[in-house]
């Protein structure tokens, strides 16, 4: 069973479409996150959902909205698209409860979804 | 200066080496740390924790300093199968914010 799963895998789009990616977890985690890694392989936050609130909005454009319907789920909707934005998008998850207990913050990575802008 | 930094490599050595790794980290509010390993075209997975007296798994050990700030890995007898980037991860904040170091690229060779 595949813990973090996203979905597309694989997505190449005009530039000024608008596109989704759907992600699901099921690990029973409280938290979820985006990440977005560029061609120079840096892999930054973009959003973190504490069981369906938002948590941490990273500078990002407002061009990309996160939707969390329950906590299972964190859903990306990117309007307009851009070559720029052009990466690999993942999505993660994690329990919450503080740093405390390493093995709560562990991070687990769905296999990313690598769009394309054209 | 970046929250988290590595060098970026890439390592180049030899099977049976021993090579070794380190990340410094700015904010000294960090609670835990993490290295991972991702392999190209693959999501980053989780190597191992990094505790404060440091750890051993297999050929892999990893020690923290917060003295002075940094996390450490070190590889033993490297097999090609070791080849990827590994990434050192710090969290801090009961809502743990995550920060991704940029990785370091190891290359085993035959």
């Known amino acids: 069973d595949t813990a973090v799963s996203q979905t597309p895998k694989y997505l190449v789009t005009q530039m000024g479409n608008d596109k989704s990616i759907k992600c699901e977890q099921n690990?029973?985690?409280?938290?979820m996150y985006w990440y977005k890694q560029d061609s120079k392989k840096f892999l930054k936050i973009m959003f973190s959902?504490?069981?369906?609130?938002?948590?941490i909005n990273e500078t990002v454009p407002n061009r990309f909205s996160p939707k969390s319907p329950d906590k299972a789920h964190l859903n990306l909707h990117i309007n307009s698209l851009e070559l720029g934005d052009s990466a690999v998008y993942f999505c993660?998850?994690?329990?919450?409860?503080?740093?405390?207990?390493?093995?709560?913050?562990?991070?687990?990575f769905g296999e990313g979804s690598w769009l394309t802008v054209v | 200066r970046k929250e988290v930094e590595q060098d970026p490599g890439p390592f180049n050595v030899p099977e049976g080496a021993t090579v070794a790794f380190n990340c410094t980290y700015s904010?000294?509010?960090?609670?835990?740390f993490f290295w991972y390993r991702q392999d190209c075209r693959k999501e980053p997975k989780l190597l191992m924790s990094?505790?404060?007296s440091g750890n051993e798994d297999g050929r892999f050990t990893a020690q923290l300093n917060r003295a002075s700030q940094y996390i450490s890995l070190l590889i033993r007898d490297s097999k090609l199968s070791d080849s990827a980037t590994y990434l050192c991860?710090?969290?801090?904040?009961?809502?743990?914010?995550?920060?991704f170091g940029t990785g370091t690229k190891l290359q085993v060779i035959p």
């Open positions: 690990l029973g985690h409280d938290t």
């Open positions: 959902y504490n069981n369906k609130e938002l948590i």
């Open positions: 991860v710090v969290i801090r904040g009961g809502y743990q914010k995550v920060t």
């Open positions: 990094v505790y404060s």
């Open positions: 904010n000294s509010a960090s609670q835990s």
């Open positions: 993660a998850s994690s329990q919450v409860g503080g740093a405390s207990t390493s093995a709560g913050n562990t991070i687990y």
